[in-house]
């Protein structure tokens, strides 16, 4: 008896943890402003070079856009990515001469404009608090 209580205790923490670590995380959920950014995105001409903070929406940007996507993951002989991941070395403009990025993906409610030291920033889009940028 004591074993099936300590069971359904760690099974509703379990529970209780995805749902606020991962559902409730509006970085890692798809929302509709972050799919009516990425309609935005996909209506643009040619093929975007986009750099998105925080990096946890990354992955989805990959999948939900045509848009070629600066990735935070380090490729050993490619090229190395601690330029900007895990937090930025240098600033924006210096990274998107750097990797020939086009647009910035920005969530307001991780980072504003003036965090990231982007003088005039050039927003092309805002849906609630998703910012596209162009650089």
């Not at 008896?1 to 209780?16: G, K, R, S, T, W």
């Not at 848009?67 to 380090?74: G, P």
């Not at 924006?92 to 965090?115: I, W």
């Amino acid at each position: 008896m004591v074993f099936l209580a300590f069971l359904a205790v760690n099974f509703i923490l379990i529970l209780f943890i995805q749902k606020k670590g991962i559902i409730e995380d509006e970085n890692r959920t798809l929302t509709d402003n972050m799919k009516k950014a990425f309609k935005f995105i996909n209506k643009l001409p040619g093929t975007p070079r986009i750099m998105c903070i925080p990096h946890q929406i990354t992955t989805m940007t990959v999948y939900n856009t045509h848009a070629d996507v600066l990735v935070n993951a380090d490729n050993p002989g490619l090229m190395r990515l601690t330029d900007f991941y895990p937090v930025l070395k240098m600033p924006v403009v210096e990274l998107a001469r750097k990797y020939n990025l086009d647009y910035l993906l920005l969530r307001e409610t991780f980072a504003k404009t003036e965090d990231l030291k982007i003088k005039k920033p050039n927003i092309i889009y805002r849906s609630g608090d998703i910012l596209i940028l162009k650089l």
